[in-house]
Structures are given as C-alpha cells and as structure tokens.
Nanobody, 123 residues
Framework: VQLQASGGGLVQAGGSLRLSCVAS????????MGWFRQAPGKEREFVAA????????YYADSVKGRFTISRDNAKNTGYLQMNSLKPEDTAVYYC?????????????????WGQGTQVTVSS
C-alpha cells in the first residue's frame, strides 16, 4: 500500500486549502486514516483522523471547527478541508493509514505514511 498526498500550497491567513490522499491497493476502506503535520523544528503532531466507515472523526483541539476530515472509499481517497487557516498551521502535512478500523491520535498507531505536502500560510 502506498499513500500519495497532494493539495498543499501557499495561502493567505483566513484562506482555505483541501488536501487529498490517494491510496493504492484494494483495502483502503477497511482501515482508519489520519492526518498529521510537522512544522520546522517541531515534532510531528496529530491533526485529524477518520474511521474506516467514516462514522467517527477525531480532531486536535487546535483545528477543531476549522478543519474537516472526510473520505471516499470508492475512490480510495481521503481529504482534509482546511478553512480559516492561520500562520501557525504552516507545516508539512502527512496522511497515514492505520491497520485497524478505529481512529487514533497517536502517530505510532499508523503503519503506512504518505510523502507529505507543504502548507504555508502567510500573515
């Protein structure tokens, strides 16, 4: 299984971006997926996660109410809609797949990672 993240870019504060994560293979719909981010000089941090069925979503407090995670299992694709972006959201964003159906906010619970996409928010 491989994950390919895309959709990053440069945006002004208050703007929006939608990240996509396309998975190879036929089992995408069986597993939870998540988004994490890493800013320069900082540790990777959890952003959002969604269960295999999309019934359950889970967000970091810092993005709750601004970001929305979703998935289309028929297209093997996950999404992260980011609204009201702030300069502190600037980071490389990674999508990841967990080998279980339920969500987790812990990076070590995810076993497949995409290559990351840069999001830069200017003030």
């Amino acid at each position: 299984v491989q994950l390919q993240a895309s959709g990053g870019g440069l945006v002004q504060a208050g703007g929006s971006l939608r990240l996509s994560c396309v998975a190879s293979g036929r089992t995408f719909g069986s597993y939870a997926m998540g988004w994490f981010r890493q800013a320069p000089g900082k540790e990777r941090e959890f952003v959002a996660a969604i269960s295999a069925s999309a019934f359950t979503t889970y967000y970091a407090d810092s993005v709750k109410g601004r970001f929305t995670i979703s998935r289309d299992n028929a297209k093997n694709t996950g999404y992260l809609q980011m609204n009201s972006l702030k300069p502190e959201d600037t980071a490389v964003y990674y999508c990841a797949r967990r080998s279980q159906a339920v969500v987790s906010g812990t990076a070590s619970m995810y076993d497949v990672w995409g290559q990351g996409t840069q999001v830069t928010v200017s003030s």
